[in-house]
Every structure is written in structure tokens, then in C-alpha cells.
């Protein structure tokens, strides 16, 4: 190790740049691949990164991107040591080391001076006062309040620069130390925001668009501190969404995070200038450039936030929107599509305009029966028009805000869009259609109750089939089990022809978790996830077949599984790993298989394991339903 890592320094001292690059973008692979061993290496490293950001642009990146690469390692020990605390699980083995607090002294300064640009420029490509921002908003994120002594002064030699470059550059500097720091950051806020509304108005694109994006950042992360503010906000970022597209996206994302970080406030300022706003908004995603700077996707996103967050009493204006949506979304099968860039753009559009759809249909709720129809056709019609996976998954959560408020009358809709359903689930390559498809299934169920028997059939042999295929992405898997609870809660004792199969898929399912060896090393945290959603999922499943069962007097069938059951039940019973839902989920299985099989069951159920986990369960939460839920449990159990 020692032999390659001087010839690795060694070549980052070269004066040949080529070489030298070279050496720095291996030096950011070990930095990422062995933190732990850097120790003895890090002073000569330290000495060549800080040089090397002095040379030339090239050479610039490669060292910020050392830097970025530590703080990206750091904050990921960070976190695990954070979410191993949260979880009492045993402390990861990996140790911070804290190299970049140690190097934040020197790297931070010299970071700010690389944020000035030397020329105003719409080009994206990727530049050194780029990588320079970046960095430092890894190193404030890592290091937190500290990083403010090495950046704020600099922030403030600069704010009011008559230099447009240092102007931009200080405002940059503020907007990357936003994220982290805790204890003083409020105040530097307070203080600068009149600056910065300033600012908006400056003759520099560059010094407006950055402004906005430090607004927006500043409503995001400590919005608390410019209330008094918030009005003046809200104008100068209505006035700046008919700036250049980059500037106006900035402006839609600072009207996004204001409705969203205000929407509990009574002086929302939302409330007094709603039409106002919107019509902002969606005069920005009409406009000609709107295809700049996802100029039209952030506007729209911004209005969604801002529908949300909707006062009282707006519900006409709201069904105005709503037709002016649909009205929209009609004319945008008509769009002329000359090559694939003009297809893509409709292809955003309507999966934009579905989305404001969902978010008024579920402000408005009953007002939106009158438009279901309309809602429906054109759903259908994206299904069979379009293959792109964003429009597909906007078109079936639109079809779930729908079902939400027609419930059981979405039944008049199901044979024309079944066939869209079962696309949807049969389509394992998108697994994000695939997944909400599921979801839907169970929407659909709930709705229709016993009237979704006639579809059952096909939608359970589209489950089962997916839950056997091995290339369906993992995490869909979870929600089709749970999935089969909500069938048979719909369908009751109907559920009964699917039972073995079901059943037997559910019992294979336990046995996978049951047979997945989990350790405590740092690397575990993501499959622990895993496996408690997979159990969530099961029992789930188990309890709405159970229920839906017993409600037509078939209780009795489910006798064969109830080993499974509780071999699964035992697995979490021994599992400090379990999630706190999966705990729950298993003493509520442990009370419907005492009340519904009885003296059957009662060897079975007065075991150590289950009564244990009942009490521990109980313990453990601080919940007057789960407690409540804990003692109904036992007291089935204590009954038999």
C-alpha cells in the first residue's frame, strides 16, 4: 500500500498536467473507496489539493473533487452512527475521522475566492466556480456552524461589491452554507435578506439568478427567519418569474419552498394573493422559452405546492384551474410532433398537467364528480397513446385522486380501464408504473368492495406473476403482498379460491426473510429496511385474508397456515432488528388468530414467544392505540 500510494503522490506533484490530473482523480477513488486507510497519507495530500487548487482549471477540479469526496465519506459515517443511535442497534465500525474540520480552515477561504466567475455565461457546462459551490456546501453540511467563520467574512467583503463577479460570488458563498449549520445561521439571514431582494432587481442575470436560487434555499431551510419578509418575497419572485428562464425557475422553486415552509401561518401570504400567484405561474409555463432551465416543470411544480397549501373558500377558482387543466391537456393531443425532442415535450406537459389534475381534485373532493368523465377519457386515451413511463405513473395517480372522491361509482369506469390497469402491472421494466399499479389495486379494491370480483382473476395472476419474477426491482415486491389483504378485504369470502395460492406465495415469501442472514455490520442498514417491509407486507397480507375470511364464516380455512404464521411471528419475536410497525403487525396477526379459530389455535398462541412479545410491544410504545392494540391481543389469547 505504501509503495503505491507514494507513487500515486508522487505523480500529483508532477508539473505535467495530464499527469498530475490523472494522479488527483485517483487520489478521489481511494479517497472513496478507502477513507479508513488514508490516515498516514493525509498531511502530504492535504499539502498537494491545496496547491493544486491554485494550478490550472483542470487541475482545480480534481482537487475540489478530493474534497468533495472526503465530506461525501464523512457525512455517510455521520449519518450511520446517527441512524444506528435511532435504531439501538450496535455503533458502525467505521470511525469519522474528521478530516475535513481540519482542513476547513484552509480549503474554506480559498473556496471562496474560486466562486468568482471570470465572465457571465449561460453555458452549463461544468466550471471551477461550480465545483467550488458544491464543495463548500459539502463542507457545511458536514462541519455545520463551523464552516460560517471561513465563509461568512467573505460574504460580507463582498455582498455589496460594485463588482457584479464578487457580487454573485458572496451571494453563492451564502446560498452554499444554507444546509448544516444550525446555531447562527438564522441571524446572518435576517440581516441579509433586505440585500437580497435588493439584488433582484440588479442589471446582471447572474447576480438575479443566484439570488433567487439563495432565496429559495433560505425559504427552504430557515424560512422561520424572514416572516416579516415573506410579503416583499413573494412580489419580487412573482416579478422575476418574466426574468430569463433561469432566473424564473429559480423564482418558481422560492415560491414553492414559501407556500410550502408558510402553509400553516395565519399570515400566509397565499391567502391574500392566491389568483395572483397562480396566474404567475401558469403564465410562466406558457411562455415560449418555458422549455429552458425546466423553466415549465418548476412552475408547475411551484403551483401544485401552492394548491396544497390553498385557503378556505378558494374552491371556485380552483374548478376555473381544473377546467383550464383539462381544457390544456385536451389540446396537448393535438400538439405537432415533428421529431422525438417534440414528443418528449408533450410527453412533460401531460404528465404535468395530470399532476395539477390530482392536486385539485383532491382540494375541490365532491365538486369533482362533474369532470370524472372528462378525467377518465383522457386517462384512458394517455394509456393508449403514450408508452412513457412519467405520463403512465401521473396517469394512474390521477386515476387514485379520482377514486378517492367517486368511490364505489369508479365502478362504471373499470371496464374501459382495465385494460390500463393490467398494463400497468404487467409492466415489471418500469418498476415505478409497475409499483403504483399495485398501489392502485389496492385503491380500486377499497372502492368497489364485492364489485371488483369480476376483475380479481386477472389481477392476482398478474401479482403472483410478479412476485415470482426475479427481475422485478425489490421494493415493488413489498406492497404486492400487502396488496392481497386488500383483495380479500374487498371480496370477503370470495377470497377463497385464490387461498392456496396466495397463501402458499406468502409462506415462501416468510421463509426468504426467515432465511436472510442480517448482520450488524454498517452495510446491513439498507436490506434491515428491507426485510421489515417484507414482513410489514406479509402480515398485512395475513390479516385482511384472515378478516375477510372470518367475516363470512370461513374462518376455519386458514387453518393449514397457521404454522407459517407464527414461525414468521416467532422470526420477529427473536429479531431486535424489527421495526416497530412489524411488532404491531404481528401481535394484531396473534389476536385475529385467536378470535377467529379459538381453542384451535390456543397451544399455539400461549407460547413464551408470543405473550413476550406482546408485553414487549406494549413496552416499547408510547401509543394508546398500539397499547390498546397490545391488550385486545392478549386478552384473545388469554380467553381461549
Not at 73 to 101: F, G, H, M, V, W
Not at 160 to 166: A, M, P, T
Not at 180 to 196: E, W
Not at 487 to 499: M, S
Amino acid at each position: 500500500r505504501d509503495v503505491l500510494m507514494n507513487v500515486i503522490l508522487e505523480a500529483a506533484n508532477s508539473p505535467n498536467e495530464e499527469i498530475k490530473v490523472g494522479a488527483l482523480g485517483i487520489l478521489v477513488e481511494v479517497a472513496a473507496l478507502h477513507y479508513d486507510k488514508l490516515t498516514n497519507y493525509m498531511q502530504k495530500i492535504f499539502k498537494i489539493t491545496l496547491d493544486s487548487m491554485k494550478g490550472t482549471e483542470n487541475i482545480q477540479k480534481q482537487a475540489i473533487e478530493f474534497w468533495c469526496t472526503i465530506c461525501e465519506e464523512e457525512l455517510k459515517i455521520i449519518e450511520d452512527i446517527e441512524a444506528a443511535k435511532e435504531s439501538n442497534s450496535p455503533t458502525p465500525q467505521r470511525a469519522c475521522l474528521y478530516y475535513a474540520k481540519g482542513a476547513a480552515l484552509h480549503i474554506a477561504p480559498l473556496l471562496t475566492e474560486l466562486l468568482v466567475k471570470s465572465e457571465e455565461s449561460d453555458n452549463s457546462d461544468w466550471t471551477v466556480p461550480m465545483a467550488s459551490g458544491i464543495c463548500i456546501s459539502f463542507f457545511a453540511q458536514t462541519i455545520e456552524d463551523d464552516i460560517l467563520q471561513y465563509v461568512i467574512p467573505f460574504v460580507q467583503r463582498h455582498i455589496l461589491s460594485n463588482d457584479w463577479k464578487y457580487k454573485e460570488a458572496s451571494v453563492l458563498a451564502l446560498a452554499q452554507v444554507l444546509e448544516g449549520p444550525k446555531q447562527f445561521i438564522g441571524q446572518i439571514v435576517s440581516q441579509v435578506i433586505p440585500i437580497l431582494l435588493t439584488h433582484m432587481k440588479d442589471p446582471k442575470t447572474a447576480v438575479k439568478d443566484t439570488t433567487a436560487y439563495t432565496i429559495a434555499k433560505i425559504l427552504k431551510f430557515h424560512a422561520q427567519h424572514v416572516i416579516p419578509h415573506q410579503e416583499l418575497i413573494l412580489k419580487a419572485m412573482g416579478d422575476a418569474l418574466r426574468d430569463k428562464p433561469r432566473v424564473a425557475t429559480n423564482a418558481a422553486w422560492a415560491i414553492h419552498n414559501l407556500a410550502f415552509s408558510f402553509k400553516d401561518l395565519d399570515n400566509n401570504p397565499m391567502r391574500n394573493f392566491f389568483r395572483e400567484v397562480v396566474q404567475s405561474l401558469l403564465a410562466a409555463s406558457e411562455r415560449p422559452d418555458a422549455d429552458e432551465n425546466n423553466l415549465r416543470s418548476g412552475a408547475y411544480e411551484a403551483l401544485n405546492v401552492v394548491l396544497v397549501t390553498v385557503p378556505e373558500g378558494m374552491e371556485e377558482p380552483l374548478e376555473q384551474l381544473l377546467r383550464a387543466a383539462l381544457e390544456r391537456l385536451e389540446k396537448s393531443f393535438d400538439m405537432e410532433k415533428v421529431s422525438g425532442e417534440d414528443d418528449k415535450k408533450q410527453c412533460e406537459l401531460q404528465g404535468l398537467l395530470c399532476g395539477l389534475i390530482q392536486v385539485i381534485v383532491g382540494k375541490i373532493g365532491k365538486k369533482a364528480l362533474n369532470y370524472a368523465n372528462t378525467i377518465m377519457t383522457f386517462v384512458v386515451r394517455l394509456f393508449r397513446t403514450k408508452s412513457n413511463t412519467n405520463v403512465h405513473e401521473e396517469a394512474f395517480l390521477t386515476t387514485g385522486a379520482l377514486i378517492q372522491i367517486v368511490e364505489a361509482d369508479f365502478l362504471r369506469y373499470m371496464d374501459g380501464f382495465k385494460d390500463c390497469l393490467y398494463q400497468g402491472l404487467s409492466n415489471w421494466q418500469d418498476y415505478q408504473v409497475c409499483n403504483i399499479a399495485v398501489g392502485l389495486v389496492g385503491d380500486i379494491a377499497r372502492a368497489l368492495g364485492p364489485q371488483l370480483r369480476p376483475y380479481c382473476d386477472r389481477i392476482v395472476e398478474l401479482l403472483l406473476s410478479n412476485l415470482r419474477n426475479r427481475d422485478l426491482d425489490r421494493s415493488v415486491k413489498p406492497p404486492i403482498l400487502s396488496t392481497f389483504g386488500d383483495i380479500a378485504g374487498a371480496i370477503g369470502g370470495n377470497f377463497e379460491v385464490y387461498l392456496d395460492q396466495v397463501m402458499g406465495m406468502l409462506g415462501q415469501a416468510a421463509g426468504t426473510v426467515i432465511n436472510t442472514k442480517v448482520t450488524d455490520t454498517d452495510d446491513q442498514y439498507d436490506l434491515v429496511d428491507y426485510i421489515n417491509s417484507l414482513r410489514e407486507g406479509i402480515f398485512e397480507a395475513y390479516t385482511g385474508i384472515l378478516q375477510a375470511l372470518n367475516q363470512d364464516g370461513k374462518g376455519m380455512k386458514i387453518i393449514n397456515h397457521v404454522n407459517s404464521i407464527l414461525q414468521l411471528v416467532f422470526h420477529v419475536s427473536a429479531d431486535h432488528r424489527r421495526s416497530n410497525a412489524v411488532a404491531v403487525a404481528a401481535v394484531g396477526i396473534c389476536g385475529d388468530l385467536a378470535s377467529t379459530l379459538g381453542q384451535h389455535v390456543k397451544l399455539m398462541l400461549q407460547q413464551g414467544f408470543v405473550t413476550q412479545l406482546i408485553a414487549t410491544t406494549k413496552a416499547d410504545n408510547e401509543s394508546v392505540d398500539v397499547k390498546n392494540t397490545c391488550d385486545w391481543a392478549l386478552r384473545q389469547i388469554q380467553s381461549l
